[in-house]
């Protein structure tokens, strides 16, 4: 228990730090504002969500974090850094950086659920950790904690240390002094619409999920993809990093210290060849802990013959 001069919130973010946290914040639990809603809701009826359907899927619990835990009175909005101190080599089929190390999932669902048992120590209160594994806005909630602000790529910003961050969430019934949200904005550089390969992006802070690279690569599980695809996306088989490799939020990125997140021997030596003939075997063994397993060894091998395709048009 903390002494009576211990500052409970100082305590935690402290203790969040301790874990490999470089931004913690806190809002109050209060629902979604109305504003973010019906941005949400109008995007959803554009179907814009493409292939994710279940981006449309728990509504109600993904505008109010009190329906996720009973009394919540805090979301506490983490984030952790991943931008890679060594990169794939040129010409490699191309990996985005978030998938680079160990699965971010297991990571961070580590370390988030030691800092939750801390806070339940602390304070005597309930939490529920939450990594991609519950409803929640967690753009919305890292601005609302002043993490930072949801740039026109649709990322998190923060500012002075960029976008190559990964977000979680505790949603605790302790009662936390909230922090004054993030009220920047990307202003009028738009450059990250200008390099988007696809035209994803809306100007508004969203993508187009039928456009974008990123789900398309990875969410969307169609054994054929349309052929456009394949003419834009530039020999890419993971994800896609470039609304966030241009930005001049990430021109200081700072390479992460966190060991998990460093490339791993299997993404700095993939080949083409390699990935279309390799056996569910080597894939499960390859990429069980890996954020690439998503996506599964067939989906892995239409990007491969994909980017292979755009090899042989090039070449
Ligand atoms: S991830 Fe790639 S395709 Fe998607 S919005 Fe960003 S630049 Fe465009
Ligand atoms: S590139 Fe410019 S417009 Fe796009 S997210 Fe970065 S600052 Fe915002």
Known sequence: MPSPSCDIATLIKSQAASLGFDACGFAAATPVASAAVSRYDHWLEQGRNGCMAWAARNRDLRCDPSLLLEGARTV???????????????????????????????????????????????????????????????????????????????????????????????VTTAQLPPDKPCTLTCGDCGRCELVCPTGALDGQGAADCRRCLSCLLVENRDLELPAWVARVAGGRVVGCDACQQCCPHNAHAVPTTIEDFAITDAVSSLTLEGLLTMTTGVFRRTFGHSAISRLGLRTLRRNAALAAADDGRVG
């Open 76 to 170: 506490i909005s983490l984030a952790m850094n991943y931008y890679p101190a060594r990169f794939q080599p040129q010409g490699a089929p191309r990996v985005a950086y978030y998938a680079y190390g160990r699965d971010y999932h297991e990571v961070l669902r580590e370390r988030l659920s030691s800092l939750a048992a801390y806070i339940e120590q602390l304070t005597q209160c309930a939490t529920r950790p939450c990594v991609d594994s519950a409803p929640i806005r967690e753009r919305y909630w890292a601005q609302q904690a002043g993490l930072g602000f949801v740039g026109r790529n649709n990322c998190l910003i923060i500012p002075g240390k960029g976008s190559y961050f990964f977000l979680g969430e505790i």
